[in-house]
């Protein structure tokens, strides 16, 4: 039996990106399962934006992390030992593992839940995961895709943007617009991944660009960063256009953050704007997730993974999304 565990807790709550001051290493006993439990071995953690805001004290859709505590995370753990009948050694569980080498899995809260049959453990992470999850029903219930939509979706080179866009155009978009950093990620997406246009926000005016390649308007926006695209999106709204509030990435550091002002054209254009929080659909995963999975085995979605070595890299794997360091889904193998 392994007799240390490493734990990153919140050390002081981040304004910006995390530093060397917001998170410290710790080490404890490995904990010892109880009856009705098991412990696990932490394989990969799932790197997600929306880690950095649970470290600020602010009202969010679960509680901050409090000081002292583990990095609240997704992750893959293998068991090791088991005192209950649901979970056998050499089994791999997703959960809420925290950013840690060992966690406890607990056989009557069953928030651990063995991988399906096959499913390697990043791809569990990525595209049949959460993230896979969140393209899915963001796009098509949220965003219910008509075909022949105009589809725009920002942050289109990261993990839920790369996968919305392809979902896309499997859905019949008329036309997949992708909003990303730089030529590289929107040659990626155009080429590898079949949008049919990309814009580099980093170069180019997204709103006059918008313009030139929706004439009729944008009917459905994906939006998963906020700021100035999601204004400028909402400037370029066709009549009655969908504005799906995945997340806003280019807020989350900054904590004077503003929400849109061009929010008029939804009245003007008699448009919807609708927020989202993808754990509100675990109860519908099993249908997306065998629909999904039939899209990757014919090679209609592709899946990117940038993955970070060692549990000691963390922080700066978080800090990739915010830099825009990572194509498509980061995660740390421990
Ligand atoms: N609602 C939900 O339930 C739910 C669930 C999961 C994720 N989300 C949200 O979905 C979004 C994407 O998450 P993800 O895990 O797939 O991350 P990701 O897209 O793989 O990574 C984040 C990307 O955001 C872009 N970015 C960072 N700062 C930016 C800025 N200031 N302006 C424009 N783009 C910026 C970067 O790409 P570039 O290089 O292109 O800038 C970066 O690669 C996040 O907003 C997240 O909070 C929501």
């Known amino acids: 039996m392994p007799d240390r565990n490493r734990r990153v807790v919140l050390a002081e709550r981040p304004s910006g990106m995390v530093d060397g001051r917001t998170v410290r290493m710790e080490e404890e006993d490995v904990p010892v399962p109880a009856a009705g439990e098991a412990l696990a071995q932490v394989r990969y953690l799932s790197i997600d934006p929306t880690i950095r805001t649970w470290m600020d004290d602010a009202p969010g859709y679960l509680p901050p992390i409090a000081i002292g505590e583990v990095i609240r995370s ?7 030992h088991s005192n209950c009948d649901s979970y056998s050694p050499g ?30 453990p990043t791809t ?40 919305v866009g392809q979902i896309a155009k499997i859905k019949g978009a008329g036309t997949a617009v992708g909003i990303a950093g730089g030529p590289s990620k929107c040659a990626w997406i155009v080429d590898e991944l079949g ?24 009917d459905l926006y994906f939006d998963n960063v906020g700021g100035e695209i999601l204004d400028a999106c909402l400037a ?7 504005v799906v509030l995945c997340g806003a990435i280019s807020g989350y550091n900054d904590p004077n953050a503003r929400g849109p002002a061009n929010y008029l054209s939804l009245l003007i254009r008699r448009g919807r704007m609708e927020g989202f929080i993808i754990l509100d659909y675990v109860d519908r995963f099993p249908q997306a997730q065998a629909e999904m ?20 890299h963390a922080p700066d794997a978080l800090n990739l999304l915010f830099t825009g360091g990572n194509t498509g889904k980061v995660m740390v193998r421990v």
């Open 236 to 242: 370029n709204l066709a009549m009655r256009g969908r």
């Open 74 to 80: 997704g992750g893959v753990a293998e068991v090791l």
């Open 91 to 120: 089994q791999l569980l997703f959960g809420l593992t925290g950013w840690q080498d060992y966690v406890i899995a607990d056989d009557a809260e069953r928030a651990m839940q063995p991988l399906p049959e096959g499913v390697s």
């Open 293 to 312: 999975a039939g899209w990757l085995a014919s090679g209609q979605i592709k899946s990117a993974e940038h993955v970070v070595e060692g549990l000691e």
């Open 195 to 218: 949008f049919d246009v990309a814009i580099d926000y980093k170069s180019s005016n997204v709103s006059e660009r918008l313009r030139e390649l929706c004439p009729q308007g944008i």
């Open 124 to 163: 569990a992470l990525g595209v049949l995961g959460i993230t896979g999850m969140t393209a899915y029903f963001g796009l098509l219930d949220v965003g219910r895709i008509k075909e022949g939509d105009t589809v725009v979706v920002s942050g289109a080179a990261g993990a839920t943007g790369s996968t």
